[in-house]
């Protein structure tokens, strides 16, 4: 079974850029033929999805987010990562990595998710 | 890409059913059947209920059921349990291969 985990700095500055990273094991990036997205959570809201690459490489964003967002694989290491430019304290949130798991005809559904990792944007 | 529409709160007493509904538009919900259904209880991962409208992933209880009707899907909760207390969201795949999440729903059981 995939498993999924999230690294990165808890604390970022305003107008900077958040940079996390999702390490994969039980499963390869470069041969599952999965898509794989991040999500993230505000305190105390729900969820909202950021964004999902194609193993291959090909991305798609959320509309309000997609000029700040890449997303990008790491195949050798079996990672994927997340940059979050030009950030305000609305990009504080816990940020989800996450996965189907298995080959959907688009980005359609997560079972597979990391724990999460809380990202807070302050000076 | 606007948000899907849930309920914020639904409640109900242990054994009875219950439902959540999601209403979209045609461009999410109604043209796709690709709505899933996410629990989460507090400071956990979400978790997969349902996908493609009305599949289950393999471990998740048959008291989880889903349905579309239109632009509006629906999760159903049978035979409520005191661990199914938790947050419950909805997604749909949209127009021009995104995805767009509901609010989310706050399931109570008294």
């Known amino acids: 079974q995939v498993r999924l985990q999230e690294s990165g700095p808890g604390l970022v500055k305003p107008s900077e850029t958040l940079s996390l990273t999702c390490s994969v094991s039980g499963d390869s990036i470069s041969s599952g033929g999965y898509y794989w997205g991040w999500i993230r959570q505000p305190p105390g809201k729900g969820l909202e999805w950021i964004g999902s690459?194609?193993?291959?490489?090909?991305?798609y964003s959320n509309f309000s987010l997609k000029s700040r967002v890449t997303i990008s694989v790491d195949a050798p290491k079996n990672q994927f990562s997340l940059k979050l430019t030009s950030v305000t304290a609305a990009d504080t949130a816990v940020y989800y990595c996450a996965t189907p798991g298995t080959t959907t005809v688009g980005t359609r559904f997560f079972q597979h998710w990391g724990q999460g990792t809380p990202v807070t944007v302050s000076s | 890409q606007s948000a899907l529409t849930q309920p914020a709160s639904v409640s109900g007493s242990p054994g009875q059913s219950i439902t959540i509904s999601c209403s979209g538009t045609s461009s999410d919900v109604g043209g796709y059947n690709y709505v899933s259904w996410y629990q989460q209880h507090p400071d956990k991962a979400p978790r997969l209920l349902i996908y493609d409208v009305s599949k289950r992933p393999a471990g998740v209880s048959n008291r989880f059921s889903g349905t579309k009707s239109g632009n509006t899907a629906s999760l159903t909760i049978s035979g409520l349990q005191a661990e199914d207390e938790a947050d419950y969201y909805c997604c749909s795949f949209a127009t021009s291969i995104t995805l767009v999440l509901g609010g989310g729903t706050k399931v109570t059981v008294l």
């Open positions: 690459i194609y193993y291959r490489g090909t991305t």
